[in-house]
């Protein structure tokens, strides 16, 4: 798949990539994903503070990203004892595609939200060097995805991701909080149950 040279939108130096994904190329990575998720089931996180996160989770590639009441971290196994299956190829394409990077992520997140669930602000800082982007694909029903400042609080903007979009944090961008308000369900008929998911790429080590 040839990636669009430029993105259709910058937002506070995130790149979107509005559609980048046709409904055939999402369709395909929805497949690769559910191989995924049949040897790593999704499951539901703690944070730190005992709270069930209302987003399910699980990962693929050499890290999947964890939290319970130890904190936030990255694991080499999923919580049933085995390890995280590959990146699919289908997601790699995408990250080189879009970053135009040589290096391989360590871990794809993978983020389901059903009709209710939302991710509070916070910034993506359990990696070890934050030069490296953090990549987001986004499929199923669009979330309202807002982003703010390095620090936390000040004032914010919010953008609705589709299904199909892709979106590149990274330079200056890569440390600024971001979160999902709330998702709109029967916006997408790309899942069969509905909701959305979101894969986000990211080089760990
Ligand atoms: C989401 N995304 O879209 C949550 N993080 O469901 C993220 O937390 C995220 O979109 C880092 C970079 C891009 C993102
Ligand atoms: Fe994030």
New binding site residues.
């Given amino acids: 798949m040839a990636f669009p040279e430029r993105p259709t939108l910058t937002l506070r130096g995130c790149r979107i990539y509005q559609k980048a994904l046709s409904r055939e190329e999402q369709v395909r990575m929805l497949e690769a994903l559910r191989r995924v998720i049949t040897s790593a089931p999704f499951f539901s996180p703690t944070t730190r503070f005992g709270k069930q996160m209302s987003v399910k989770m699980t990962s693929a590639g050499k890290y999947g990203w964890y939290s319970d009441a130890r904190g936030y971290r990255y694991e080499e196994k999923h919580p049933c004892g085995q390890p995280w299956p590959p990146i699919p190829e289908e997601v790699l394409n995408i990250w080189h595609g879009a970053t135009g990077l040589d290096r391989t992520p360590d871990c794809c997140l993978i983020n389901l939200y059903r009709d209710t669930a939302k991710?509070g602000m916070?910034?993506?800082r359990d990696e070890a060097d934050f030069t490296w982007p953090?990549l987001?694909i986004s499929l199923g029903d669009a979330g309202l995805f807002r982003i703010g400042n390095e620090d936390r609080g000040g004032k914010t903007e919010s953008i609705w991701l589709e299904s199909g979009d892709v979106l590149v944090?990274g330079g200056p961008a890569r440390l600024l909080h971001?979160?999902i308000d709330r998702i709109r369900p029967g916006s997408s008929t790309l899942l069969p149950k509905g909701g959305r998911i979101n894969l986000?790429c990211r080089v760990v080590d």
């Fill in positions: 991710m916070h910034q993506d953090v987001s944090m971001h979160g986000t």
